[in-house]
Structure formats: C-alpha cells, structure tokens
Antibody, heavy 116, light 107 residues
C-alpha cells in the first residue's frame, strides 16, 4: 500500500526560507508524479504544481510559479516544496498527493505558519 | 485557466436524502474530472475519477456523471459519515483547478 509521509509542522518569520518534504513508500509504481496542494485556513484546495520523481519534469500553477520551487530526490522517492522568502500569506496546510488517475493518495499535510 | 463552479456552495440535508452536487467548467474538459471528500481537520479523499469511475474502496452510494462542461456528484442515500465538503477538480488542462467546494451539513 502506498503511503505519503510529510515532514512536520513549521513556524517561520516573514522573509525566512523553508523546505518541506513528502516521502513515498510502498506501491509507488502506479505513478511517478507527486503534486502539491495548498489549503489556506478555512479555504478550499489549490493545486500548486507537480513533479515527476524520475526525471524532475515539473509543471507549476502560474499563481505559484516564481514563489515556490518543487524538487525531487528520486533516490529516496521524495518530493520537496521550497520557499526562499516566506510571506504571512503562505500560512496554510500543504498536502502532497500521488498523481495517477487523479490525486489518488494524499500525505497527512504539513502546517506552515508564517508570523512575526 | 479553466474555472470550475460548484453549486450549491452549501446545502443542508437529512440522513437518507439523495444529494446532487453540480460542477460546471468554463470550457469543455471531456471527462477529465475528479471528486474529493474532505471532513473537517482531515485529508481530502478521492471518490470519483474520470467523471464516473468509483475509486477502489469507496461506497457505491457515490456516483459521478457528465462530460464536456457539466458534471454531477450524487450521493444516493446520505449517511452520517457523508457530512463533509466536496470538491471537483479538472485534469484536462494546466493549471489543474478545483471548484470552490460544496459543504454538506445536517438539516
């Protein structure tokens, strides 16, 4: 059975950098794609982008491109979401999801809080 | 970007009711749509993919239909565990987009 395990909650100040992770284990042969999804407090779901774990091919939502970087380390079946300069508006839960027929399996979510 | 508009945004229903949620796309997306359920404080769960295919392990109370621009998610007989927020999502074109969500609560 596939599991996506995300890194733990983070608290940062505005302007700081951050990298969160999503590690896939189990039956990942169905798909090599991992997507990232943002959910701001009390709001809906927003697709940020997806990456192919095997060749790092990446597609971004234009709304997030330039503010975040999605990367991968295929040796450990992991995807990463990186900010170089956080804003208070980045406060949200971030989910990774295995992308096969849809978003088939989800990580548990990483809460990122950005506050001075 | 393709916009998905769900209706209604919220609804109140009773256990046993038949519930229908609609998702309308701003342009044709063939059958490239999925539906998710999210309960408060929980991770979203895939219910339906390719507009009408039921995800493994999901109860057959849920069904999806539609193609082109108009899609529906139907819950045939609402159960207590079905009270949640439901989202549609399109995969036809980048950027992939979600509807704004439909909250189903208890009447």
């Amino acid at each position: 059975e596939l599991q996506l395990v995300q890194s733990g909650a983070e608290v940062r100040k505005p302007g700081e950098s951050l990298k969160i992770s999503c590690r896939a284990s189990g039956d990942i042969l169905r798909s090599n794609w991992i997507s990232w999804v943002r959910q701001m407090p009390g709001k809906g779901l927003e697709w940020m982008g997806r990456i192919d774990l095997t060749d790092s091919d990446t597609k971004y939502n234009p709304s997030f491109q330039g503010h975040v970087t999605i990367s991968t380390d295929d040796t450990v079946n992991s995807a990463f979401l990186h900010w170089s300069s956080l804003k208070p508006s980045d406060t949200a839960i971030y989910y990774c999801a295995l992308t096969w027929r849809a978003f088939d399996s989800w990580g548990q979510g990483t809460l990122v809080t950005v506050s001075s | 970007a393709i916009q998905l508009t769900q209706s209604p945004s919220s609804l109140s229903a009773s256990v046993g009711d038949r519930v229908t949620i609609t998702c309308r796309a701003s342009q044709g997306i063939a059958n490239a749509i999925a539906w998710y359920q999210q309960k408060p404080g929980k991770v979203p769960k895939l219910l339906i993919y390719d507009a009408s295919s039921l995800e493994d392990g999901v109860t057959s109370r849920f069904s999806g239909s539609g193609s082109g621009t108009d899609f529906t998610l139907t819950i045939s007989s609402l159960q207590p565990e079905d009270f949640a927020t439901y989202y549609c999502q399109q995969f036809n074109d980048y950027p992939w987009t979600f509807g704004q969500g439909t909250k189903v609560d208890i009447k």
